[in-house]
């Protein structure tokens, strides 16, 4: 069983690593929040703000923060990213349908949202893989709920910012704002 286990870690980092050499991260495949195929492929061209999310944390309330950074900047080529992810405290334990509709009517959030990813141990998602890997310009574990990558128009890693790094923070809006200028 221990053995199994070993072999399928080893397995998922050997794709990751592989994907990771032979394409960006745009090319990774991802399920938008209603299960369809999809990669960020789909935002080339668009600076993104990647975000490991939860429904039940602390920093829950940063969905209203994200939500405005999304809507004052998207028309000049920004979008903010949601990755449900229910790897910290067991804080995202719902469905895609259930994370959709929380999203929603307590945030009236509209900016994309993907299906839910372990952005951390074992199974991690290749995206997440690439974004803290040793490759990475960020390179470590994501530490919590809400953390941050920007990401410039031609995919690559810009910054990264913890979880207690608001999206109403000076540096968040500084770095994208720049990030827009270089476009």
Same mark, same amino acid.
């Given at each position: 069983?221990?053995?199994?286990?070993?072999?399928t870690?080893?397995?998922?980092?050997?794709?990751?690593?592989?994907?990771?050499?032979?394409?960006?991260?745009? $090319?990774i495949?991802?399920?938008?929040? *209603? %299960? +369809?195929?999809?990669?960020?492929? @789909?935002?080339? =061209?668009?600076?993104?703000?990647?975000?490991?999310?939860?429904?039940?944390?602390?920093?829950?309330?940063?969905?209203?923060?994200?939500?405005?950074?999304?809507?004052?900047?998207?028309?000049?080529?920004?979008?903010?990213?949601?990755?449900?992810?229910?790897?910290?405290?067991?804080?995202?334990?719902?469905?895609?349908?259930?994370?959709?509709?929380?999203?929603?009517?307590?945030?009236d959030?509209?900016?994309?949202?993907? $299906?839910?990813?372990?952005?951390?141990? *074992? %199974? +991690?998602?290749?995206?997440?893989? @690439?974004?803290? =890997?040793?490759?990475?310009?960020?390179p470590?574990?994501?530490?919590?709920?809400?953390?941050?990558?920007?990401?410039?128009?031609?995919?690559?890693?810009?910054?990264?910012?913890?979880?207690?790094?608001?999206?109403?923070?000076?540096d968040?809006?500084?770095?994208?704002?720049?990030?827009?200028?270089?476009?």
């Open positions: 069983m221990r053995l199994m286990k070993i072999l870690t080893f397995a998922a980092l050997l794709a990751a690593t592989t994907l990771m050499a032979d394409s960006n991260l745009l $090319d495949p991802l399920k938008d929040i *209603d %299960g +369809k195929a999809t990669s960020l492929k @789909a935002y080339q =061209g668009k600076v993104m703000l990647v975000v490991n999310v939860a429904s039940r944390c602390g920093f829950t309330p940063q969905y209203k923060g994200l939500e405005a950074l999304h809507r004052k900047f998207k028309d000049q080529g920004f979008t903010v990213l949601g990755f449900p992810s229910n790897d910290f405290g067991g804080q995202e334990p719902g469905t895609a349908a259930e994370i959709k509709e929380f999203c929603s009517t307590n945030y959030v509209t900016f994309p949202m993907f $299906d839910k990813v372990k952005v951390k141990g *074992d %199974g +991690k998602h290749p995206l997440y893989a @690439a974004l803290t =890997g040793q490759s990475s310009p960020f470590g574990d994501v530490g919590w709920n809400f953390g941050k990558f920007l990401i410039g128009a031609d995919g690559k890693i810009l910054a990264r910012f913890d979880s207690r790094v608001s999206p109403e923070s000076a968040l809006i500084s770095a994208v704002e720049k990030a827009l200028a270089a476009k």
